[in-house]
């Protein structure tokens, strides 16, 4: 009975907040006033409030309690990259719709807001939380029988549950669709789902091709999201009653509620795969006072040939508290992801009036386009678990409260490079730090050098020649023997050699020790440049691309010996969140000669620019997203090009190159 007596407020807001989402503000764009475009903009300041992600990391979904998960690792096969990429394109084809372009608003404005439901088919079966929606919808105000009459329809097929393994899931949904003879391709229709995918990949494909159809759907992902079209709802339980349950338990004279405990949950720990990470990094907070994080092995026929050291423990604590005592008697709930991105721990909290604490990375939270989460939530990034964590393991390399709390993030402020603010570029502005204008000019060297007239030499004798190059470091990344000293340019400026041991391309971007300066400068050793033509880039991005990139992509660029300078954009624009700024370009690109027989320029061959638009996938798929921006803007010299005598011009030699 307490089950069912569970969510009274949360059931009945949540279907009269959907209902309310399409029968009013989708259909006031065309039935309020002339100043209704007021309230849009209203509502599209709000929605840029929203939670936003410092770096959104690529989207899982996963069944909440799927406990044939362990049974099934040996019988599913992994899908392949390009397998993954054609049901990622193929999930919404239809990804560019919204209100405006794939919803009929004339049938809403001759009938009004009216709900058609698809009378069953003979023999067709439906689930008992599907039966739930379909009747509430059923009794409601919006409801008619006559489909003539309706401005927006539901389906009476049963499309809650996509997971192939589930009971739930209904076969041949496509066909059934197709031969709806009021589909029209999914316009002014809605459909519903609570799961989709299944191990291990848990893709957001639902096995059919929606059309033109809106989706309220749970943990839905904020790439595959149609704002303003899309709406995005709670995981619920088959167990969430339709209507009645208990009431909440914050009532006018208990704000704030006086808790025992800080922060509570209790749950599965997943020991592989999808969701896995999170939960199994509970434990290290968990102290049994104030912090009660439980979990549980127990899941799944075979979870005893998985389970760890920690196993037995988790699972003895685990019974020895009531989850409902818990919930209601602490300030804060942790809302981890599952196997999906939603959880049912996120109603569950709300319910009990204990604030969530939301790590789900990549999640469109519940009813979004009208609800500001970030008054309501505390809303955290996955990976934040196990930073806090590392810091208070090493107590004496930790960071701080400004580091945490402005921008880029405790995420890309590692400890092991400085405690200290002041060491860091993004902090240079709010402390009131100029950093110096010197810069050290690192030129990687991966050709013999067998004549004073190779591009290496020039480029050593233009870099030199700044005022502010403090000192030139070349990296000796050929096979060939190092060099004598007297082969070296003479220059007004120290001149370093260092044998690259490995020999990588990522060790151009090594944070060695003998830079001094705040700023570097990446050269290749055919790089066609004048003095005046300098980018800088602080050093600390160089130990960040040491020690933050993972080890994977590392040995994907030392493998194509290619695309390193590409991962060092992704990770500047990632942390800054800023376009690049395009300088003069030259009147004409001339390829220069690698003084190798007649071998060109790697830029002149095809397939180095084919790996490159692989590196990018692979790097996107990694970041989570394309953290490249797309800019216009260039800045040129004053006179640069300007009919006037040459004489005049500051920098002359970027016209004659």
């Given amino acids: 009975m307490q089950a069912k007596k569970r969510y009274l407020l949360v059931s009945l807001g949540a279907c009269l907040l959907l209902l309310f989402y399409f029968g009013v503000l989708q259909i006031q764009r065309i039935t309020l006033s002339p100043h209704s475009h007021h309230l849009r903009r209203d509502l599209e300041h709000l929605r840029h409030r929203w939670p936003q992600w410092v770096t959104p990391l690529s989207t899982y979904l996963g069944r909440e309690d799927l406990s044939q998960e362990e049974d099934l690792q040996g019988q599913q096969q992994y899908i392949s990259p390009s397998e993954r990429r054609e049901i990622k394109a193929n999930v919404y084809k239809s990804q560019k719709c ?56 539901v389906l009476s097929i049963d499309t809650l549950d996509r997971d192939q393994l589930s009971f739930h899931y209904i076969h041949n949904v496509k066909n059934k669709i197709q031969s709806l003879e009021l589909w029209n391709n999914g316009r002014n229709h809605l459909l519903f789902n609570l799961y989709s995918g299944t191990w291990p990949d848990y893709t957001e494909d639902l096995g059919f091709d929606i059309g033109q159809a809106m989706l309220a759907k749970a943990s839905i992902g904020m790439e595959n999201f149609r704002p303003n079209f899309d709406v995005s709802i709670p995981l619920f339980s088959k167990d969430h009653p339709q209507k009645g349950g208990e009431r909440g338990y914050l009532t006018f ?64 604590e685990y019974n020895e508290m009531d989850y409902q005592e818990m919930l209601h008697n602490s300030s804060f709930c942790l809302v981890p992801r599952g196997r999906r991105l939603g959880s049912f721990r996120f109603l569950e909290a709300l319910q009990a009036a204990c604030i969530p604490v939301l790590l789900s990375n990549g999640w469109e939270l519940p009813f979004s386009e009208v609800i500001n989460w970030n008054k309501a939530a505390i809303i955290g990034d996955e990976r934040l678990l196990l930073q806090i964590i590392r810091d208070r393991i090493s107590s004496y390399m930790h960071r701080n409260i400004l580091m945490w709390n402005t921008s880029p993030g405790g995420l890309y402020v590692l400890p092991q490079y400085s405690t200290s603010v002041e060491e860091f570029p993004f902090y240079y502005l709010l402390l009131g730090k100029s950093p110096s204008q010197e810069f050290t000019a690192v030129v990687q060297a991966t050709s013999p050098l067998v004549s004073q007239s190779q591009p290496i030499i020039k480029l050593i004798h233009a870099v030199a020649k700044s005022k502010y190059c403090a000192q030139v470091i070349v990296l000796w990344n050929c096979d060939k023997p190092l060099p004598p000293k007297n082969k070296w340019p003479s220059t007004s400026v120290p001149i370093t050699v260092i044998d690259g041991e490995s020999k990588t391309m990522s060790s151009r971007f090594f944070p060695y020790h003998i830079i001094q300066t705040d700023a570097v400068l990446s050269l290749d050793e055919d790089t066609v440049l004048s003095t005046n ?35 060092m ?27 190798q027989g007649s071998k060109t320029s790697r830029w002149a061959d095809p397939d180095h620019f084919a790996q490159r638009q692989s590196c990018v996938n692979s790097f996107t798929s990694w970041f989570g997203v394309m953290p490249l921006i797309h800019s216009q803007m260039r800045l040129d010299p004053v006179l640069f090009k300007d009919q006037v005598s040459i004489l005049r011009k500051k920098y002359r030699d970027i016209e004659r190159l």
Avoid at 269 to 286: M, V
Avoid at 544 to 562: K, Q
């Fill in 569 to 595: 954009n992704f990770l500047v624009s990632a942390v800054t969140k800023l376009p690049p700024i395009k300088v003069t370009q030259k009147k004409q690109y001339k390829e220069t000669m690698m003084q």
């Fill in 533 to 567: 033509e300098v980018g800088l880039i602080p050093v600390y991005y160089n130990y960040l691309y040491t020690h933050y990139i993972p080890t994977g992509l590392h040995d994907m660029v030392d493998e194509m010996a290619n695309c390193e300078d590409i991962l």
């Fill in 98 to 153: 919204r209100m405006e372009t794939c919803f009929d608003f004339s049938l809403c404005q001759r009938r009004g807001f009216k709900v058609y439901l698809y009378p069953k088919q003979k023999g067709e079966k439906v689930s008992e939380s599907y039966q739930k929606v379909l009747t509430t919808i059923e009794e409601s105000r919006y409801y008619t029988s006559d489909p003539s009459q309706a401005c927006l329809f």
């Fill in 253 to 316: 004279n208990n704000v704030p509620p006086i808790r025992k405990y800080l922060l509570v949950f209790k749950g599965k720990r997943y020991l592989t795969g999808i969701g896995s990470e999170t939960r199994n990094a509970l434990y290290h907070i968990h102290n049994g006072e104030d912090i009660i994080l439980l979990t549980t092995c127990k899941h799944g026929k075979d979870w005893e040939k998985h389970k760890d050291a920690r196993c037995d423990k988790d699972n003895e």
